[in-house]
């Protein structure tokens, strides 16, 4: 290619990048014009609500369905995530209360989700996520539900059973796990700092690699990271983002011992989401202490073709030796099929509560 015609490609670059600015603007002003509206339309003592997560699952599913390459839908979805992202921000910028602190994989999910032009909150555990969202001092929270590698993380099941909080959402991110340090040399490495459920998901690899090494249990990998930054004979196993943070060198690549190592997290609100017409429902109940209690809890989901993601037990904190049953069924609990099959669910079960219907995840 002469230079010429890669100036005039540049050119074109240039022309479509200042197309692109007066598009942005103008969906802004659009955005600006919908806040002022919906600020019209409040009813007396209704609390005004920007984000509407079924209508953004639709916008980034249409540009999805719409898009022709070379960009992958991912990429078409992220961007598209973006730019709502920016828009809503001139609304009204969101809060989001995340399980930190910085640099956890649980505040790249919420930055996933709802876009960098949040403001995050960083809190110490996962009981404060939902407190921090009870009180009105976030928005929504982002809290880990499960590992692909792990399992169910025990304690944001147990917060659902007294909360009033509803699940808005679900966002899915691949986990990567990094060994680093201070000098990028693995031969200093005389102690591994990390979350417990990064140990268990890297356990092979470090069997192999830096057997009798001491492993010291932390509260998140960003500590794990933050206390590595401090002491020159330890490691830390953490992502990308606390790498660069505390100014780590990666000593070792993606150590996780499964390539798709994949954790869900659960968007919390205190609101009900509308369809989407792609929609997941999650439910708690306990079976009643009786022969066959669970199987008749289970019927109505057979009995309207419905769907089961996802069953996990939990033991009842009411009752030794009683558990109940976190379940994820396909449908939106407004769709008349799914609206009965809950009913007759509810007819059977000693406990009963639906913790929302949400998008699924959409990128």
């Known amino acids: 290619m002469s230079e010429l ?25 659009c955005a600006i014009q ?20 079924d209508r953004e699952a639709q916008v980034i599913q249409r540009i999805k369905d719409m898009n022709k390459g070379p960009l992958s839908d991912r990429e078409a979805g992220r961007l598209i995530r ?22 956890t994989f649980t505040q790249s999910a919420a930055l996933k989700h709802f876009g960098h032009s949040v403001n995050t909150m960083a809190l110490s555990c996962i009981p404060d996520v939902f407190t921090a969202v009870q009180a009105g001092h976030a928005d929504f929270g982002l809290v880990p539900v499960e ?14 059973i007294h909360s009033d909080l509803k699940v808005c959402g679900e966002v899915e991110i691949r986990i990567h ?19 417990q459920q990064s140990f268990a998901q ?42 660069e943070i ?3 060198k990666v000593c070792h690549k993606n150590i996780e011992d499964l390539a798709n190592n994949t954790t869900r997290f659960m968007v919390i609100g205190d609101m009900e989401v509308a369809l989407s017409g792609k929609d997941k429902t999650s439910i708690l109940m306990s079976a009643q202490n009786k022969p066959g209690a669970l199987l008749a809890l289970l019927q109505p989901l057979a009995k309207y073709a419905i ?47 639906i913790l929302g219907s949400y998008p699924k995840v959409a990128m």
């Open 307 to 353: 769907s089961m993601n996802k069953i996990e037990s939990r033991p009842s904190p009411n009752r030794l030796w009683e558990y109940v049953f976190f379940i994820d069924i396909d449908g939106h609990q407004q769709d008349p099929n799914v609206a009965q099959a809950l009913l007759e669910l509810q007819q059977h079960a000693a406990l009963f509560k």
């Open 147 to 160: 590992n692909s590698t792990e399992g169910v993380i025990s304690h944001t099941l147990d917060m659902f």
């Open 5 to 29: 015609d890669l100036d005039a490609l540049r050119n074109q670059i240039d022309t479509i990048d200042e197309q692109l600015l007066t598009l942005f603007n103008r969906r802004a002003a």
């Open 82 to 103: 973006e730019v709502m992202s920016a828009c809503l921000a001139l609304e009204q910028p969101l809060t989001i209360a995340y399980l930190g602190p910085e640099g």
């Open 177 to 195: 796990h990094q060994l680093a340090n201070l000098s990028q040399n693995p031969a200093q490495i005389k102690k591994i700092y990390s979350h």
């Open 34 to 53: 919908v806040a002022e509206s919906k600020k019209q339309s409040l009813k007396a003592g209704e609390k005004l609500k920007f984000f509407r997560p």
């Open 246 to 248: 505390f100014e780590l």
């Open 202 to 243: 890297c356990r092979n690899w470090l069997d192999r690699n830096f057997a009798g090494i001491e492993r010291i249990a932390v509260n998140s990998n960003a500590e794990a990271a933050r206390l590595a930054s401090k002491d020159s004979e330890a490691a830390a196993i953490c992502g990308v983002q606390a790498v």
